[in-house]
């Protein structure tokens, strides 16, 4: 089982700057899983409880000189701690600007090793980040899990495969800071969270508890997948009117989840999406954010699925 | 749909803010604990909500018609209703997006008796509540607020001045004594408890701090701390910010009012017509007064 490559310059600043600081939101510990190529960030797949989320990067957006195999068709997949994966990569990055010529002249490899740590008999497993510098060399190894068994990754790959089916209608949300900051203050009211997205473009967020009824409705949203126009007879309707009529038409769905997921999916906007979008499939939210501004159109999804859990 | 609408009554209120966060400032000035029940009364001047606690203290927030963007009121004999006042300052909050200005539309009562909210600046997005209220608690002591004296015994302090104040006497503890001389003009803040604290305020040395004080005999009550507190611990930042004066007057019985300004003004970014010296119409600012009842076993006290 071998894992080597080079972090590119573009690579570590998705990383460093955009990606990890909202995978860090989604849960401190996910599954690192790389194949041939992909390398993927993969939270809650296993273990279904909570928000869940894939982001998936094509190696070419964050690597040159990828080297993986594995007995496991080149498959190598284990948890590590985000924090500290962010931790090693700003550090390099600081050596990098503060000793290096320029960005090229120093390359940050990043290794999977086996290794004796101190007081120790047994050896551990790392990922290793090694920077070199005009003179030195700075090496960090960040602590991982053992590498999944055969089984285990399969489980995964299982997992990713089924949680990428896409809703038939996705909403493009249009200021993800602005909604977080009402999710955030709606959390005081309630913990249950309506959501409803239509065919028409709507997107429609309610808390209901015994004494109080707070809630939002965004019309007019860009429609991917189905869609269909809004009946006029409904224009003047409230929204909570609007949305009954639409679920009993068909034309949208209700899927109730917890605020606190629901605002924790909203943290994505510290990636910096070009976009985002919700929809519902099979009574969950899914939420995917697409960074396209990047060399490839669509080298990078940040994919969400969160349910009741 | 408009003929069912013709058919229904019109509401007792109709009112539109174009400033939420003015709003939540002016009612999280009263909020002192969690959970805490509130009584609303409407009238033809504007919305008044009171809270209470155990018949030792009472706050009344006043915000008059002239707050509102437009305020329609229908009602017969001043309707009253109970709401909780942590979910309705939480749910206000929700409209007050930093960085946006929301247009507000309070209505009441709803087809339920709720109070309806709901923001009505953008065709294509929508932020709506309901908050369900309840038949009013009668409130158990009607606190009647009569001048002491002939003259007003008063003082105005600068707000920030006045939170430090009674800030810093949490350590003494329970019991707080306030007190004003005529000669030389001054008021005193005392704690006795673990220890002694005494804070001199003095008219004649420190304008700056003490803005305008009337007093003509020397008199002192004692109050609880704790509701003493609570006239000053939620007072929003804008308001410490602003530091005009809090102005405090002992009536008869030692019955202490405590008047604060909240300003319901928008951003002055948006408002040209506030002056660099950052004077808003007077008409843009909330009344907050809170009542407390000095200590009873004290009357010994005063001479």
């Not at chain 1, 990067?57 to 040159?64: I, N, S, V």
């Not at chain 1, 977080?180 to 808390?207: A, E």
């Not at chain 2, 539309?105 to 339920?112: A, H, L, N, Q, T």
Request: some cysteine; charged content about 20%.
């Amino acid at each position: 089982m071998k894992f080597k490559a080079f972090l590119t310059e573009n690579g570590v600043n998705l990383l460093e700057k955009r990606f990890l600081p909202a995978l860090d939101k989604m849960g401190k510990i996910c599954h690192l899983y790389l194949n041939r190529d992909h390398a993927i960030f993969l939270h809650n797949l296993l273990n279904g409880d909570g928000i869940q989320s894939i982001a998936q990067f094509r190696k070419e957006a964050l690597f040159d000189d990828y080297r993986i195999s594995s007995q496991n068709e080149d498959r190598i997949a284990f948890t590590v701690d985000i924090s500290l994966l962010h931790r090693a990569l700003r550090s390099s990055v600081s050596i990098c600007t503060e000793f290096g010529n320029g960005p090229t002249a120093n390359r940050l490899q990043i290794r999977l090793v086996k290794k004796l740590p101190p007081n120790s008999t047994q050896p551990l497993p790392f990922l290793t980040f090694e920077t070199k510098g005009y003179k030195s060399a700075v090496i960090q190894d960040v602590p991982i899990s053992k590498p999944l068994s055969r089984a285990q990754v399969l489980e995964l790959q299982t997992a990713l495969d089924a949680a990428q089916d896409l809703p038939q209608t996705l909403v493009q949300v249009p200021d993800l800071n602005q909604l977080q900051n009402f999710v955030d203050r709606m959390r005081h009211v309630g913990d249950l969270l309506n959501v409803t997205i239509s065919k028409y473009g709507d997107l429609h967020i309610q808390i209901s508890t015994t004494l109080i009824t707070l809630g939002a409705e965004f019309q007019k949203l860009l429609v991917i997948g189905e869609q269909a126009d809004a009946p006029s007879e409904d224009r003047n309707l409230t929204a909570q009117t609007r949305s009954a009529r639409a679920i009993l038409r068909g034309d949208a769905q209700s899927v109730q989840v917890s605020v606190k997921h629901f605002g924790k999916s909203l943290q994505c906007h510290l990636a910096k999406p070009d976009c985002a979008f919700y929809g519902i499939a099979a009574q969950v939210v899914v939420a995917q954010f697409l960074a396209k501004s990047i060399a490839r159109l669509l080298l990078v999804s940040i994919f969400l699925c969160f349910g009741m859990g | 749909m408009n003929s069912s609408s013709l058919a229904e009554e019109a509401p007792d209120l109709v009112c539109q803010i174009d400033n939420a966060q003015g709003m939540v400032d002016a009612l999280t000035t009263v909020r002192w604990k969690r959970q805490q029940d509130a009584v609303v009364e409407l009238s033809e001047h504007g919305v008044v909500l009171i809270v209470e606690e155990t018949g030792c203290l009472q706050a009344k927030v006043y915000l008059q018609r002239e707050l509102f963007t437009r305020y329609e009121y229908n009602g017969q004999g001043r309707p009253r209703f109970g709401i909780s006042l942590g979910l309705f300052v939480d749910c206000l909050n929700t409209f007050s997006v930093p960085g946006q200005s929301t247009i507000l539309e309070i209505r009441y009562p709803g087809p339920d008796m709720q109070l309806l909210l709901k923001s009505v600046d953008s065709l294509d997005a929508c932020i709506y509540a309901e908050i369900r209220t309840r038949i009013p608690d009668t409130v158990s002591w009607d606190y009647n607020f009569e001048p002491a004296g002939s003259t007003p015994l008063t003082f105005t302090v600068k707000s920030a001045a006045l939170k430090e104040a009674i800030d810093d006497l949490e350590w003494p503890g329970s019991s707080i004594q306030i007190s004003l001389q005529p000669v030389p003009s001054t008021v005193t803040f005392r704690g006795e408890g673990h220890g002694d604290l005494q804070i001199d305020l003095m008219y004649y040395v420190n304008t700056d701090l003490l803005v305008a004080f009337h007093c003509d005999r020397q008199v002192s009550y004692r109050y609880k701390y704790k509701f003493l507190r609570a006239t000053t611990s939620n007072i929003p930042s804008s308001v410490i910010k602003d530091n005009r004066g809090s102005k405090l007057t002992i009536g008869r019985g030692g019955l202490l009012k405590v008047q604060h300004l909240v300003s319901v003004a928008r951003p002055s970014t948006s408002h040209p017509r506030i002056d660099s010296a950052g004077y808003q119409q007077p008409s843009r600012i909330a009344y907050i007064e809170f009542f407390v009842k000095p200590e009873e076993d004290e009357d010994t006290a005063n001479g």
